[in-house]
């Protein structure tokens, strides 16, 4: 009827499947490619899958038609079959009559006779099953037992299944695990997105006569066929069929939305979907042309809530005129008060805080060139030499001091007198080996920590020392007097600090010190050293061996004056 009309030598949207209208978007192309795979590589079974309506019939009939002389196919569109007549179908579609066999063994023992001379005629054999959702789980068993009939290397027969998605759990149920395993390839056809409905439409108009594909259908009318169909093309032809058939009748040039959102209504197509569970997600496009279809609604509805806000703001303040409102409004009145006054303390301490930091980084720089000026190489020996522990100030050196007594030095020490004082040190809580041995000899090396212990050998471990323990430090002389030159690392205020980069370095063979000395605005510091060389040079080259190797970034020569 309306083909004159517009101008159409054939209905453009028919229900037949028919190879010359077929169009094949990114997926349709992947599921012929995936048929005609399986075809060509003989991938024994191939699994495809889709909606109702989303051309898997179509999908079929455009691998036959491209089929050569080279295959010979078996199709079966109605499998609610019994497995005699299953038997009886195969028989009369292979062998061209209706002959039935005495027994089932008869049946296979001939069938595979066929297809090895199918093969030796370099035929590829396929069975395709459409509507196999549909298949009895007795019928799969026996499709399954069927492709047991192949050769060491090339199987005699392919098979397609094509269905719906109940077909996935149907396969998914354990009795059907052993041929799921079988399955090589298997593609499900999703619904035609947006872009790929407009292509379709057009392409099918200019196939049936249409000077251009796409001057029938306004943009919106296929945005609307989109939303309504929800991208199945059968559905696509059933709405598009109908709004051709009402434009016409309606005599309109141009297919809009309001058609066939009609079209769609009077069809009551809602209602001949899947279940909600495996509906396809609203697009955004979707949503547009939904919303473009009720706009008017919803300008109406704006508009009466404008004049519904301006009939409450104008009631409110006719209200605020009224005795009661003063009264209402002086709570406001006062927190606002309350932040502003809260808001000003804040910006007080604000700016206080700032006044703080800016006076701490002034006093960091002044600090920071009075330790330029304060460089260890310039120490003297009453700042960081070590200094002997002379009888008279033992009381001073600790309040752990007991009462000292006075042996004979060793003869590999050289001492200032021919009497050498030992002091005897009861540890506390706190104490370590190391920060004694600091405090009693003004410095502290690993010889030092070795000859304590030597004179205590209840000592095990020169890290580790017990509260109430007596430690007894013998007295230790240079044998000259005069300058000595170490490499100062690091100066630390805790000696915790100090000691654990004592430590650290002296595990790793290094010849380390801590030596406590006095600054100016710090206090007393415990400065850690590396080596004891007779000259600065020296001292100085050793420094640059430190810094290179990574043992410190900090690494500089310091001259200590023994006395």
Not at 35 to 56: D, H, P, R, S
Not at 211 to 234: C, L, N, T, V, W
Not at 485 to 506: D, G, N, R, W
């Amino acid at each position: 009827m309306y083909r004159n009309y517009y101008n159409l030598h054939e209905k453009p949207f028919d229900l037949t499947p028919s190879p010359r209208f077929l169009y094949l978007g990114e997926s349709h192309k992947e599921a012929l490619a995936l048929l005609t795979y399986g075809v060509v590589e003989q991938k024994g079974f191939i699994l495809l899958t889709g909606e109702v309506g989303t051309g898997k019939t179509t999908m079929v009939h455009a691998l036959l038609s491209n089929l050569d002389d080279s295959v010979q196919y078996i199709s079966i569109s109605n499998p609610l079959l019994s497995p005699e007549d299953f038997i009886d179908y195969l028989s009369f579609s292979a062998f061209k009559n209706r002959a039935h066999f005495k027994s089932k063994t008869a049946f296979l023992f001939e069938f595979e006779e066929f297809l090895k001379k199918c093969l030796n005629q370099q035929k590829n054999v396929i069975l395709i099953i459409d509507e196999a959702h549909r298949l009895s789980f007795d019928l799969l068993e026996e499709i399954r037992l069927l492709s047991n009939m192949e050769l060491a290397e090339q199987k005699l027969i392919n098979i397609f299944l094509i269905g719906q998605p109940e077909l996935n759990e149907k396969l998914s149920d354990p009795r059907c695990r052993a041929l799921l395993q079988r399955i090589s390839s298997r593609y499900h056809i999703p619904p035609l997105d947006l872009r790929d409905v407009g292509a379709y439409i057009a392409n099918r108009l200019k196939i049936a006569g249409a000077r251009e594909g796409d001057e029938i259908f306004s943009k919106y009318a296929i945005k609307a066929i989109h939303q309504y169909s929800r991208g199945y093309p059968r559905m696509i032809n059933i709405l598009a069929d109908n709004a051709l058939l009402l434009g016409y009748s309606k005599e309109k040039r141009k297919i809009t939305a309001g058609i066939v959102k009609q079209c769609s209504d009077d069809l009551s197509l809602d209602g001949s979907f899947v279940k909600k569970t495996r509906e396809t997600p609203e697009t955004p496009e979707t949503k547009k042309v939904r919303r473009s279809n009720v706009h008017h609604y919803w300008k109406w509805a704006g508009m009466l809530f404008f004049m519904i806000v301006i009939l409450f703001v104008g009631v409110s303040r006719i209200a605020r005129h009224t005795d009661s409102v003063p009264l209402r409004r002086q709570a406001p009145v006062e927190d606002v008060m309350k932040k502003q006054a809260l808001a000003e303390k804040e910006r007080a301490l604000a700016e206080k805080e700032r006044s703080l930091v800016e006076k701490e980084r002034i006093l960091a720089q002044k600090e920071k060139s009075l330790e330029e000026k304060d460089r260890p190489d310039q120490d003297t020996a009453e700042e960081t030499g070590p200094r002997i522990i002379k009888k008279e100030e033992e009381q001073a050196v600790s309040d752990h001091v007991v009462q000292p007594k006075t042996v004979k030095e060793k003869d590999n020490i050289i001492p200032e007198t021919d009497k050498a004082i030992i002091t005897h040190i009861i540890v506390k809580e706190g104490d370590t080996l190391a920060q004694l041995s600091a405090h009693i000899y003004g410095r502290v090396n690993d010889r030092i920590l070795r000859l304590v212990k030597e004179h205590n050998p209840d000592i095990k471990n020169i890290d580790r020392i017990d509260v109430g323990q007596e430690i007894v430090f013998p007295s230790v002389f240079r044998p000259v007097q005069g300058s000595t030159f170490t490499v100062h690392i690091a100066s630390f205020k805790p000696f915790e600090h100090a000691q654990t980069l004592f430590q650290e370095l002296m595990r790793k063979g290094y010849d380390v010190y801590i030596i406590p000395a006095y600054h100016t605005h710090k206090g007393k510091v415990f400065r850690v050293t590396m080596g004891n060389f007779k000259s600065k040079q020296e001292a100085k080259d050793y420094a640059v061996e430190v810094r290179k190797k990574g043992v410190s970034d900090y690494a500089e020569a310091m001259q200590l004056e023994m006395r």
